[in-house]
């Protein structure tokens, strides 16, 4: 048994304290209606807020500058990541890319501005057939340095486009000449290497496809590239998106365009389709198809073996990753292909918008 008095000695201070007010740090009710901001601000002093040059280190504040330049031109297309042709030159097959800055629209009543391969977002497809020389003659007019590289693609080292290690970055004004055998076969893409975090946020992106020798035995009906990425405009003003507080995406797209300004796939039941996913955001997307399962045929480029392909209906795509999958269109609608991280199927927090998009099949 307690003694009683010694009992109340020992259960004070736990009375004081349940009983003593306290400094409430933040609640519901103490956050102003409409700001989403607490009313102490002090968990702001470390957020930066876009365009804010809150860093003290100018190259870092210059990544977090609005998307701008001297010479901002109509975009060349409504759609991006479409085929570039190509001249022969003793064999030799000579694409040509400008770098440019154009107004980009992701969907009715939303225009960034865009860095860009000759004029869209994504820039134009290189497909080219393993085995192939290319040479891509490179012009640079936008108002920064960049450099090109070919992600995934096996080239020579001096060719792989990292500023200060194999070149000098490629100057306002300046032409710089890439050249080397397309190999292996496989899902691929180019982008700037120089201030990735900014440049390739800002558009400069585009996929590399390279076909096999010997075209495919049994090739799908429908062959897609979807390339996924994020975008940040607030007021009117944009930035590169970026994952650190403050500069979080607002919209996300494929191949440039949010939902509902996103391409429909059209299929015939029966047919067989191949998406080509490609992670150049700097965010993970777990796309998932409604309706029909898909195999996973190749990772990275890469073929996967028959026997170890999965079968699944959602595939997460990391920043840098390639998944080729295919699936049978077995039944006749209108299918929903979308990210399943929700909030990435929003135009700036509206629903819906962003990763989303139509499988329309038909009997
Ligand atoms: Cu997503």
């Not at 500023?163 to 496989?186: R, V």
């Not at 650190?244 to 919209?251: D, K, L, T």
Request: some cysteine; proline content about 10%.
């Amino acid at each position: 048994m307690f003694n009683k008095p010694i009992y109340f000695l020992l259960t004070l201070p736990l009375l004081l304290a349940a009983c003593t007010p306290r400094q409430v740090v933040s609640t519901p009710e103490n956050i102003p209606a409409g700001t989403g901001m607490p009313m102490d601000n002090t968990s702001m002093i470390n957020t930066p807020i876009p365009g804010s040059m809150m860093p003290s280190d100018p190259a870092a504040a210059h990544m977090m500058e609005p998307i701008t330049g001297s010479n901002i031109r109509p975009a060349a297309a409504d759609v991006g990541g479409q085929p570039l042709s190509y001249t022969l030159d003793n064999g030799v097959k000579v694409f040509e890319l400008t770098t440019e800055m154009v107004y980009w629209t992701l969907t009715d009543g939303v225009t960034v501005t865009a860095m860009t391969y000759n004029g869209t977002v994504p820039g134009p497809m290189i497909r080219v057939t393993e085995g192939d020389q290319v040479r891509i003659i490179v012009t640079n007019e936008l108002d920064e340095p960049t450099t090109i590289h070919w992600h995934g693609v096996e080239v020579p080292n001096i060719m792989d486009g990292v500023p200060g290690m194999t070149q000098d970055p490629i100057q306002p004004g300046e032409t710089f000449t890439y050249e080397f055998i397309a190999k292996p076969t496989g899902t691929f893409m180019y982008h700037s290497h120089y201030e990735g975090d900014r440049q390739v946020s800002a558009g400069l992106y585009a996929p590399f496809i390279i076909d096999p020798k010997t075209p495919e035995a049994n090739p799908p009906d429908v062959d897609v590239t979807l390339m996924l990425s994020e975008w940040l405009l607030r007021d009117g003003v944009t930035y590169a998106a970026m994952p650190m507080a403050g500069m979080e995406p607002n919209y996300f797209t494929i191949n440039g365009k949010s939902f509902p300004s996103t391409e429909t796939i059209n299929v015939q039941v029966g047919q067989r389709v191949r998406l080509r996913f490609i992670g150049i955001g700097q965010f993970i997307h777990p796309m998932h198809l409604h309706g029909m399962p898909f195999k996973i045929i190749a990772t990275d480029g890469h073929p996967v073996p028959e026997v170890a392909q999965l079968t699944k209906d959602t595939i997460s795509v990391a920043p840098g990753e390639r998944y080729d999958v295919e699936f049978v269109a077995t039944e006749p609608g209108l299918w929903m292909l979308h990210c399943h991280i929700l909030h990435h199927t929003t135009n700036d927090n509206v629903e819906p918008g962003g990763l989303m998009l139509v499988v329309n099949v038909t009997p």
